[in-house]
């Protein structure tokens, strides 16, 4: 049995955050995107659009993060994906790991709106606020 298209998407966008395909990414994302970052730090909140999404994934590389994932599985249908990772976020010395969930909602294989749960969400904020 062959994976959903949205699995596929999914996957693929991940695999191109991780790498910093802007091109592949920006593609996936619907140009009335709600992206919603979790926790306490500069980079989380909510993103309204495709520029202004484009552009916190943006600072984010420009402010030295990175961060890398994992995938454990993802699941999907038309309308929703639900990705399991471990991820690893790295801003100058500082590091965390740790488990995380992303749910998205899809239309027309781009992503509408993004909700991430991070495990253990202060030692995520402590690295990006560093």
């Known amino acids: 049995m062959s994976e959903h298209p949205n699995v596929a998407t999914t996957r693929a966008g991940i695999e191109a955050f991780v790498k910093g395909d802007v091109a592949t990414l920006s593609a996936m994302i619907a140009d009335d995107v709600i992206w919603h970052a979790p926790g306490n730090n500069p980079y989380a909140g909510t993103s309204t659009g495709k520029e202004e999404t484009m552009a916190r994934m943006g600072r984010l590389a420009q402010d030295g993060v990175v ?30 790991r740790g488990r995380a969930v992303e749910v998205f909602h899809v239309r027309d294989g781009q992503v509408t709106e993004f909700w991430g749960y991070n495990e253990d969400q202060p030692a995520i904020d402590a690295v990006l606020s560093s």
Not at 72 to 82: A, Q, Y
């Open 67 to 96: 961060i890398s994932f994992d995938i454990h599985d993802v699941v999907g249908n038309d309308e929703h994906v639900v990705a399991m990772v471990d991820a690893s976020i790295t801003k100058g010395s500082s590091s965390a």
